[in-house]
């Protein structure tokens, strides 16, 4: 595992992982108003109803990734659950969960280099230190954690 802080959307890599939730809207689409989740909707307007159709109604799925990748059609991103409501803190043993989904993934997939971030120390609010000495337990070494979002990134001004 690797750690950054910056904005993982200026990450050269084969598939991004934002923080996602099981809260699906009467329209059909994931709620994902708000920290990584929001920025990937403003990346790639659609994914909200893509991660619900994936999602389909689970509570818990730990990790959702476009079923075509990798190919050529693959949007490259995917969800790591950390909280199964909006409304809800993260769960530190549902991020473990996810991130031990996530080591698994990675490890059937170790040609490619992935990027996530730290699921459930934003809006989740659990402890950074506790969730980062986890990951750094149980992720590979092509999975390279983010620590933030950039706050100004030119996809939000506009």
Known sequence: ??????????????L???????????????????GS??????????IAHMFAKWIDNKEIYHLVVDPSWPGPTSV?????????????NSSLELVQDSLLALSRFAALHSEYRIDTVAPGIGL???????????????????????????????????
């Open 124 to 158: 989740g609010n659990l402890s950074k230190r506790k969730v980062l000495e986890f990951a750094a337990t149980v992720l590979p070494g092509n999975v390279h954690v983010w620590l933030s979002l950039a706050k100004d990134h030119p996809r939000t001004n506009g």
């Open 1 to 14: 595992m690797i750690i950054h802080t910056g904005d993982i959307w200026t990450a050269d890599t084969d």
């Open 16 to 34: 991004v992982l934002v923080a996602t939730n099981s809260t699906i809207k009467r329209n059909g689409t994931l709620v994902m108003g708000a």
């Open 37 to 46: 989740a929001l920025e990937a909707t403003i990346v790639i307007p659609e």
């Open 76 to 88: 490259c991103i995917g969800g790591i659950q950390s909280k199964t409501s909006y409304r809800l």
